[in-house]
């Protein structure tokens, strides 16, 4: 559950409001890991969840190891690719990762 935080009100007012504060993680993630600037961004967002409490600590330690495996799937791209022209190193394929959401989602087109 997000944490809430108190927001200061007109001063006629005497009792703070709490706002209901959501992961900032969250919303980059949703959009999708698929550069290194992307990776980056989610991670730092990850981070500053972390510290502010608003994402637990095992849900932060999921994301980490997901993270920790896709940098190792871009690893593997850049150890075994072959020749270097040919090496394309993506975290996540636009293209595939959409259709499989897609897949997931019921729709079959």
Partial sequence: MPKTRKV???????TPKSVKEGPHSL???????????????MMSALM?????????????NAACNAGRQLLKVVEMQYRYAGKENSRVLTLAPGSEGE???KNRNGDHS
């Fill in 99 to 101: 259709s499989a959401l």
């Fill in 8 to 14: 200061n009100t007109p001063a006629n007012s005497k």
């Fill in 48 to 60: 500053s969840d972390i510290i502010a409490e608003r994402i637990t600590p095992n849900k932060a």
């Fill in 27 to 41: 919303e980059l993630a949703e959009r999708g890991v698929k550069t290194g600037a992307d990776f980056a961004n």
